[in-house]
């Protein structure tokens, strides 16, 4: 094995093979095994008790990466997996809508909003917690940069994706160093996420405060699996296309979204050029369904592939993400990194386990880890956690998590909000900012506790 990673690397300075080509087929030959492996039995016993096979083969490619024990994979192939986190989570928005039928927002439309409640509480809450540790404790003892106080939600609400993409915004405002901190916090975030986050599931099915799963669910697998072959491939084919079509979707709206910002004010057009795609990937993904639904041609899209692609898209973000854990940087920052990824973790453990129990009325434990992670560890990360507790689709979950996630990503996540937060706080202080996402984190936990009273004294 150690010969073979040699002779990649020598291939690299007779320049035999590109690099994107070599990093591409690990990755791809990676997807495949991970494919076939989560089928084993031993596998599935694994996720049964909520130990993602991702989050194993991650640490294995931390152990043979450039800051890893054995130092066996060419720096270079993680230097073009480290660009791949905004394309893996666009392609997980993607799919998102498109695998399933479009629900009715009449009986879901309760749901959805406590949902939002909560998702909208976490990521306004984050920036509260950032900016009191920021302005109580790493700028008076380290003096370290205000926009610090953003950290939290770039990190964990945005992730790695984010990160990227507001990493400029920083450098721009002075603060070079936000790019680093940012990819750190979204490491440290994704890592606490699936760890933290497969414990809970752990716990949940021991108290029992999972929904039972059911015996026997239809999917189309038993439907597909009679397919020939060749069938089996053009399907495959098609629903790749479908996904492409999305995300092609999501791009050309950012297009528009930037050539209106040519007739815009400096910060409106600051604000649009830092948003990201995926958002926007996330609507591509709701009107390819829609169409398909109208047009009749549901037959084309597989409810079963599309959520392969999205969970190999998301298993291969982790991978990705732990094999690049650069620890001499963490090693640099690690006290204010440390402090407030304790505190976020704190914040985001509230919610989980308190805010949610008073925001939902029913399935609140599927619901809360899908937020927790989303928070955590992006959105990728909720689906993953959500896949552990929830395998077989037998609550609400997914539909609601979808629906909400159409309406608050263009905001958080490295949304509207992600965006405008640095600027405010460049123009307007820290502090200004803090008690601002303070008192809008009250009134969300006001609404919340107002709509849960009346949703149960209209069902008593």
Not at 338 to 343: D, K, T
């Amino acid at each position: 094995m150690i010969q073979l990673f040699l002779g990649f690397e020598g291939l690299y300075k007779i320049n035999a093979i590109p690099t994107l080509v070599l990093s591409l087929g690990l990755l791809g030959l990676i997807g495949i095994l991970l494919t076939l492996g989560r089928r084993l039995d031993s596998a599935m016993k694994l996720e049964r008790f909520g130990i993602p096979i991702a989050l194993l083969i991650g640490a294995i490619g931390f152990l043979i990466g450039p800051y890893g024990t054995f130092a066996l994979l060419p720096e270079r192939v993680l230097k073009t997996w480290m660009q791949l986190p905004t394309p893996l989570l666009t392609l997980v928005f993607a799919t998102l809508m498109l695998g399933r039928p479009i629900p009715r927002l009449s009986g879901l439309w309760k749901p959805v909003a406590s949902q939002a409640l909560l998702g909208l509480l976490l990521g306004f809450g984050q920036y509260v917690v950032g900016g009191i540790i920021v302005l109580s404790f790493l700028l008076p003892n380290l003096g370290v940069d205000p926009l610090m106080g953003c950290i939290i939600e770039v990190g964990f609400e945005g992730g790695h994706g984010a990160a990227a993409i507001m990493g400029d915004s920083f450098r721009k405002l002075g603060f070079p160093e936000g790019l680093d901190l940012g990819f750190a916090m979204a490491t440290v975030g994704l890592l606490a996420s699936t760890l933290l986050g497969s414990l809970l599931v752990v716990l949940g099915r021991f108290f029992g405060w999972l929904v039972p799963a059911e015996k026997e669910i239809k999917d189309d697998l038993n439907y597909e699996i009679e397919f020939k072959p060749i069938q089996q491939f053009r399907l495959l084919l098609y629903n790749f296309a479908l996904a492409g079509i999305a995300v092609l979707i999501g791009i050309f709206l950012l297009y528009c979204l930037r050539f209106v910002s040519t007739y815009m004010g400096d910060i409106s057009k600051q604000v649009i050029l830092a948003f990201p795609v995926f958002p926007l990937a996330l609507m591509g993904s709701f009107l390819v369904r829609f169409t398909l639904e109208k047009t009749g041609n549901t037959k084309l899209v597989s409810s079963l592939f599309q959520r392969e692609i999205g969970i190999l898209s998301t298993d291969l973000l982790i991978i990705t993400a732990m094999a690049g854990l650069n620890l001499p940087l963490l090693g640099n920052y690690w006290v204010p990194i440390s402090v407030l990824a304790l505190g976020g973790l704190i914040w985001n453990l509230a919610g989980m386990l308190i805010f949610s129990r008073l925001f939902f009325r029913e399935e609140w434990f599927e619901r809360a880890i899908a937020e927790f992670g989303n928070s955590t560890g992006v959105a990728a990360s909720g689906l993953l956690l959500l896949r552990l507790a929830d395998p077989r689709n037998s609550t609400q979950t997914l539909p609601v998590f979808s629906i909400k996630q159409l309406f608050l990503q263009p905001l958080l996540s490295g949304g509207l909000i992600t965006v405008i937060a640095p600027l405010f706080i460049s123009n307007f202080g820290l502090k200004g900012w803090t008690e601002f996402c303070g008192l809008i984190s009250l009134a969300l936990f006001a609404v919340a506790i107002s709509l849960q009273t009346k949703y149960t004294k209209a069902s008593a």
